[in-house]
């Protein structure tokens, strides 16, 4: 492990360098998982950054997420065509409802900001479901128009063309969330979390300082729910479902939690796994339709089995 | 006004079934000291039996009502058992943990009741409307209001008057303390895992004809009794059954009228905020104060 970390400013370049090619290597169907993948690990950089960085662990981060989505296919249904403009505005109402929700997560610590955010992911969920005018409920919103990343390029027309402009997002938003995090920014945050006591002591602004994060964060899940719409062409409030809250909460857990790359790597081989399991017979019986079933299991695996990482650093001081 | 009667009689209903559901989830939190994210689906296990086991007789309705509550008990037995080798992991391995557990057994109900929601048989006597100040109202929900009032009263009672529950109120307030009396903490552990079990499985049972039972039941009951559980206080009985009552007036007021109808989940929100922000620094204080 002390290895990998050391390798870790590496790491992100590395990814996307390995990455890039893979547009020209894969076919259809790989490139459309690389892409969801992609669109999935950006929400658990998101989720990281809370549960690892700032030390609240979350399950709710599919609530801006859906915002983010929701705002994006409304954005593309009424003709906004540009890629740029529906990322940024997604990204905003993200950040905007993170910030109205902050007041009940910012105070609270440990299991209890799980409870809190696993109580307004499920509203938000809710929300989506009901409010019809907005979101056609349950029937979820169809967004088929294609963007163009920016005005004057062409549109996303090819699998290919919609996976390059999701890494190039991804790979713009988590490498300037690792600068910010390697300033002293990042290591104010990490202090409020370690030692939040002395940091009070020291006059420092714990909750303020876990706002900006839980914005920030809310800001990335945004994005994702913007990019979701740009490959789906679709949202719906499934999008925002418990199993998409265990998944990639369970990518942060494999990934070590304080690390957005390895929530990045984390989201790849969960999904990997879940659909490699689904798709073969086991017993006579497919699991294809069970993801929450598999999606569990590798959940108490990962808590017997990987104590380090998240779990391990959480006891040094609970 | 008189348009409100009825669903605010509901929201006590709702508020009451609630309140069961959370008061076991408060417990295990507040006694045991174990976020249980699979409390659900113990709800779950006690609305299932009452769909299976319950045929229209009063007889299957009280074998139902022990097979659920029985069965959700075990199942919190279980999960102190899972949760063992976490021991001196710290809260966070033993919520997720549980979490997983409610993924997997959630998806085997599916796999094992199928996809639909379910329909529940009660008694005839009490499958059939009664009258509320000239409103006609379902003679179950008003039997369940009342069996339900019966359950919150010797809750009270067990938690407030006896040594059982002396010793719960004591291991709130201080764990170690009642640890270093000799009390094993695993035993505890157990006890209230399966006493909140007992009640999650009995709320189901009782409650299934209110929220059945279906693949997004656990969800559903896991989300509204953790709301109860934060505004109410954590691990505090009285705290949840106000907040319990809340929310169930929220939840049945507020779908009924056509303008909140589509705000209902927002009323929550709404509610979560007033509370949290007036009570925030008190929280943490009382978590400091405990660690």
Redesign the interface.
């Known amino acids: 492990m002390s290895i990998l970390r050391r390798l870790t400013p590496l790491g992100f370049p590395a990814l996307i360098v390995v990455l890039l090619p893979m547009a020209w290597v894969l076919d259809d169907y790989a490139t459309k998982t690389l892409t969801s993948i992609l669109v999935l690990g950006l929400l658990a950089a998101s989720v990281a950054l809370l549960t690892g960085v700032a030390g609240l662990p979350t399950l709710g981060q599919t609530a801006p997420y859906l915002v983010g989505a929701y705002t994006a296919a409304t954005l593309v249904r009424h003709d906004v065509s540009i890629g740029v403009v529906q990322l940024l505005a997604a990204a905003a109402a993200g950040a905007l409802f993170s910030l109205v929700t902050a007041p009940l997560v910012v105070y609270a610590r440990g299991v209890v900001v799980l409870m809190i955010t696993l109580a307004l992911g499920e509203l938000t969920m809710t929300v989506a479901g009901r409010w019809k005018s907005v979101t056609h409920g349950t029937d979820g919103l169809l967004a088929f128009a294609a963007p163009a990343p920016l005005p004057g390029l062409v549109t996303l027309d090819t699998d290919r063309a919609t996976y390059l402009y999701v890494l190039t997002v991804v790979a713009v938003l988590v490498g300037v969330m690792l600068l910010v995090l390697r300033s002293p920014a990042g290591a104010l945050l990490r202090a409020a979390r370690d030692g939040e006591a002395r940091m009070r002591a020291s006059g420092h602004p714990v909750a303020g300082y876990l706002t900006v994060a839980y914005v920030a964060a809310g800001g990335l899940a945004g994005a994702a729910g913007s990019l979701l719409v740009t490959v789906e062409r679709y949202v719906s409030p499934g999008a925002g479902g418990f199993d998409i809250s265990a998944l990639v909460l369970l990518a942060v857990v494999i990934g070590g939690a304080t690390s957005l790359v390895g929530a990045l790597l984390g989201a790849g081989l969960v999904v990997a796994t879940r659909d490699w399991i689904a798709s073969r017979d086991w017993f006579g019986g497919s699991m294809a339709g069970h993801a929450p079933l598999v999606l569990g299991g590798l959940f108490i695996l990962c808590v017997y089995l990987l104590p380090r990482g998240l779990l391990g650093k959480r006891t040094a001081h609970e | 006004m008189d348009a409100y009667l009825i669903p605010a009689v509901d929201g006590v209903g709702y508020g009451l079934l609630l309140f069961v559901v959370a008061a076991g989830l408060t417990l295990a939190f507040g006694v045991g000291d174990v976020?249980n994210?699979a409390h659900g689906t113990l709800f779950a296990f006690g609305a299932y039996a009452a769909a299976k086991v319950s045929d229209g007789t009063w007889l299957s309705l009280a074998l139902a009502v022990l097979v659920g509550t029985a069965a959700a008990a075990a199942g919190g037995a279980v999960l102190s058992a899972l949760l063992v080798?976490?021991a001196?992991?710290?809260?966070?391995?033993q919520?997720?943990?549980t979490?997983?557990?409610?993924?997997?057994?959630?998806?085997?109900l599916v796999?094992l009741f199928g996809p639909d929601e379910l329909p529940v048989k009660v008694p005839a006597l009490l499958d059939r409307p009664v009258d509320i100040a000239g409103h006609s109202y379902p003679g179950y929900r008003l039997a369940f209001i009342g069996v339900a009032a019966l359950i919150a009263v010797v809750l009270y009672v067990v938690v407030a008057r006896t040594r059982v529950g002396s010793l719960v109120r004591a291991t709130v307030d201080d764990r170690d303390m009642v640890a270093t009396l000799g009390v094993n903490p695993f035993m505890v552990r157990t006890g209230v895992l399966a006493a909140g079990g007992a009640l999650a499985g009995l709320a189901g049972a009782l409650g299934a004809p209110i929220i059945g039972p279906g693949p997004r039941t656990a969800?559903?009951v896991?989300?509204l009794s953790?709301?109860v559980?934060?505004l109410g206080g954590?691990g505090s009985i009285g705290g949840a059954f106000v907040a319990a009552i809340a929310v169930g007036e929220i939840q049945t007021i507020g779908v009924t009228s056509e303008v909140t109808?589509?705000?209902?989940?927002?009323l929550?929100?709404g509610a979560?905020?007033v509370v949290?922000?007036a009570r925030?620094?008190g929280?943490?204080t009382s978590?400091r104060s405990a660690a």
């Open positions: 976020l994210l080798p976490l001196g992991r710290g809260h966070l391995a919520a997720l943990l979490f997983g557990v409610a993924l997997v057994v959630g998806d085997l796999g969800d559903l896991l989300m953790l709301v559980v934060v954590l109808q589509d705000f209902a989940p927002f929550l929100f979560m905020a949290l922000s925030a620094r929280l943490l978590r």
